[in-house]
């Protein structure tokens, strides 16, 4: 499938009508057709002469100053080279994210609190810099920002610090060092503390030998210029650049969707993807938020651990089946929660409220179900183990074993099994990602894509990561009779960008509300 232009308009949109109006010889057509630069020169520099009266002129003064002031601001974040009319499905993660923040500061918001969600994401460190300085307008704007972030220039930036920890899971949840900067530094308890003085380790050089490369010729991808890249195979490549320079137009929209389509995509030619048999995609698109998901069922796990319970003395006895440790079954689940272990209260003109099921304590199975044990344990049990205790617990069940220990090389290992998805963090979401599992026993000459792996993860997880990232890659032939495919569900056409959907690609508009200055209103952007 290609897109062309509309035969009628040119790919215009509009009507000859409608087209036929022209302000300082452009029509609407071809002044979005202009980048943000070229734009400010056409509404500053002249006279309308052409204006009927002084009255009209005034107003349409007016109107182009707020014009010129709104795209002011978009250069001043370094997105000058933008068109007006750049579709923003095209966007890269850091354009839009700047976006966002500059038309944050042209409503000229007074006396509002902002939670930035990782801001920044997607952003290249030179353009942290300019991130920040839209963060300080905004506060000396009267306004609160409160960011949740790694990035360890935006820590050192900040005026205050709150670290938690120390661990994560069951062993974070406390205050281990606050105030400036400094004391974070000096605190002893704290785990960023060493990465923002620089006393920690940094990982030196990923050891291996590149194997036969991809070449991508012609490259032609939204800001790509036909350019020819080699990818060698068998070692981890890092393709970055400032925003917008084309990274992810290079990665997904021309060698990921040549390899779905079968064919060059927005490019000339594309050489050496037959030498693999898989190609992984994972992105920073969140994982789906529900409480029926559990680390288990993402790992696939939960039927071998259901049938170990199917398979005990109680279970035959009872004539137990699977279906009966299914909390999504009428067999298993507590009818009262329908197998969430919760029940959300309804409060008129509040807040729904979530409270625990009274029937179950929060077990999400029936009496009948949490009768049957296996070494001494429950099936509700099982699910609040941890991915760490998990392991030793199914020891002697070496592929359940073996699946639990993928956590663990992802830093992981504190996530409890039965934990519902909707409650884990954005880093949390990237790593158990179930396209990225597959990832980590890749063995049989498969190629992996990744949209900013390191999103939501601090620098210590960071670095046992890579290194058991590339202690697993090695090229390896092309296996005969098995295609190239996009793991995990659905499909998407080639040419679309993917893996950009999430905090740094979202849409959502600003409230029509915060356009009426409210004292102390909050909005959350990611």
Known sequence: MRD??????????????????????????????????????LFTNGI???????????VTAAVRGEITRRLGLIRDVGLDYL??????????????????????????????????????????????????????????EGNTVVAVEHDLDVVRAADHVLDLGPGAGREGGRIVAEGPPGAIERAPASVTGPYLSRRAKRPGPLPGSPGPGLEIIGARANNLKSIDVEIPSGILTAVTGVSGSGKSSLVFDVLQASSEAGRPVLCSDIRGLERFSVVITVGIEAAAESAASIPLTYLGLFDRVRSLFAASDEARARGFTKAHFSYLTPEGRCEECGGTGRKTVSLDYLADVSVPCEVC?????????????????????????????????FAGHPKIAAGLSILAEIGLDYLRLGQPLDTLSSGERQRLRPRALPLRRADDGSSSFGCRPAAGALRQALRRGAYDRRRRARPRPHLPGRARRRSGPGRRRPGRRAGRTGKARSRRRLPGFLHRRRPQEVFRLG
């Open 4 to 41: 062309d232009p509309c035969p009628e308009c040119g790919g215009r949109r509009l009507k000859t009508s409608s087209l036929a109006v022209t302000y300082r010889g452009v029509n609407i057509a071809e002044l979005s057709a202009l980048t943000v630069a070229q734009s400010i020169v």
């Open 48 to 58: 309308d002469s052409a204006l009927p009266d002084a009255r009209t002129a005034a």
């Open 83 to 140: 068109s007006l009319d750049r579709a923003s499905a095209t966007l890269s993660g850091g354009e839009a994210q700047r976006l966002r923040l500059a038309g944050l500061l042209g409503v000229r918001l007074t006396d509002v609190t902002f939670i930035l969600d990782e801001p920044t994401l997607g952003l290249h460190p030179r353009d942290t810099e300019k991130l920040l300085g839209l963060i300080r307008d905004l506060t000396a």
């Open 361 to 393: 304590a929060s077990a999400r199975y029936n009496r009948g179900v949490l009768e049957v044990r296996v070494s001494g344990r429950t099936i509700s049990d099982v699910l609040d183990l941890t991915a760490a205790e998990g392991a030793a617990v």
